[in-house]
T-cell receptor
Framework: DGGITQSPKYLFRKEGQNVTLSCEQNLNHDAMYWYRQDPGQGLRLIYYSQIVNDFQKGDIAEGYSVSREKKESFPLTVTSAQKNPTAFYLC????????????FGDGTRLSIL | QKEVEQDPGPLSVPEGAIVSLNCTYSNSAFQYFMWYRQYSRKGPELLMYTYSSGNKEDGRFTAQVDKSSKYISLFIRDSQPSDSATYLCAMSAPNSGGGADGLTFGKGTHLIIQP
């Protein structure tokens, strides 16, 4: 089945630690996105990529980094500079152009130990 | 300015009722409009998407866009307990490069269908 796979489902971070969230898609979509969802705040865009080896900052990129070395993969690293990382992280993808509807994975819940 | 307003609810209705969910927005550049359904601890699932103004129907769901009023709606007919979820509206504007720079979401409306 085509879709977006996010792993792990739950992740715990210690103080000062970087963690990486995985996102893989087999939909052959060009564009991929990372969102953060907090209770009562909706989804906010962290980073997006419309093509391999290129990505742009979203509204809340500080404390996060991404890479796009393969079309299928768009990992997100939550760095120690992100002071409030506890949230539900959602990865999405869409066909080119990037204004087609986006399809989401089932998310990774990140918590602080 | 990107801003989308959506009543968080909860909205509680009896089974079989017609449900109306709404969003207003301020950015006149938005051209693509979507509705997503999100169950607890799951990713949003695309329900409907429309381009520009007008109506679109898919089974029990109807999406309506009024760009002149900057107002979009999702109607659910013959509502079922399985429709209980959070409904998110989302919209997008083309950027100068011809693509889009991500979706702007409403905060979601929590819908409860009472059996």
């Amino acid at each position: 089945d085509g879709g977006i796979t996010q792993s792990p489902k739950y992740l715990f971070r210690k103080e000062g630690q970087n963690v990486t969230l995985s996102c893989e898609q087999n939909l052959n979509h060009d564009a991929m996105y990372w969102y953060r969802q907090d209770p009562g705040q909706g989804l906010r865009l962290i980073y997006y990529s419309q093509i391999v080896n290129d990505f742009q900052k979203g509204d809340i990129a500080e404390g996060y980094s991404v890479s796009r070395e393969k079309k299928e993969s768009f990992p997100l690293t939550v760095t120690s500079a992100q002071k409030n990382p506890t949230a539900f992280y959602l990865c999405a993808s869409s066909q080119a152009p990037a204004d087609w509807p986006q399809h989401f994975g089932d998310g990774t819940r990140l918590s602080i130990l | 300015q990107k801003e989308v307003e959506q009543d968080p609810g909860p909205l509680s209705v009896p089974e079989g009722a017609i449900v109306s969910l709404n969003c207003t927005y301020s950015n006149s550049a938005f051209q693509y409009f979507m509705w997503y359904r999100q169950y607890s601890r799951k990713g949003p699932e695309l329900l409907m998407y429309t381009y520009s103004s007008g109506n679109k129907e898919d089974g029990r769901f109807t999406a309506q866009v009024d760009k002149s009023s900057k107002y979009i709606s999702l109607f659910i007919r013959d509502s079922q307990p399985s429709d209980s979820a959070t409904y998110l509206c989302a919209m997008s504007a083309p950027n100068s490069g011809g693509g889009a720079d991500g979706l702007t979401f409403g905060k979601g409306t929590h819908l409860i269908i009472q059996p």
